[in-house]
Nanobody, 121 residues
């Protein structure tokens, strides 16, 4: 059974930083691309970033230059470093397991329970 457990969210002031983590189990983590997506209040799921099994990364325009996705295959863990956070980054952030090794998110990809990020002064 695929399990994805996110952590690292919290309340942060505008301009601050957070590092989100996602611990994966139940599948061969090193063989799959992974993604971060978010659910903004009163909106649907937004794709944030994806990474291939070997570390090739892609970013949404709104996070490029402020976010870094990474993975530690030895620890079965996915990360998202978010810097210069803005109020519009407030959302529940989810990690998702890809269908194969490429960095691509599909709506039916398995996701964790999410971690809340709130950016407010």
């Amino acid at each position: 059974e695929v399990q994805l457990v996110e952590s690292g969210g919290g309340l942060v002031q505008p301009g601050g930083s957070l590092r989100l983590s996602c611990v994966a189990s139940g599948f061969n983590f090193s063989a799959y691309g992974m993604s971060w997506v978010r659910q903004v209040p009163r909106k649907g799921i937004e794709w944030v970033s994806s990474i291939s099994n070997q570390g090739n990364d892609l970013y949404a325009d709104f996070v490029r230059g402020r976010g870094t996705i990474s993975r530690d295959n030895a620890k079965n863990t996915l990360y998202l470093q978010l810097n210069d956070l803005r109020t519009e980054d407030t959302a529940i952030y989810y990690c998702a397991k890809g269908a194969n090794h490429v960095p691509f998110y599909r709506q039916d990809d398995a996701r964790g329970q999410g971690t809340q990020v709130t950016v407010s002064s």
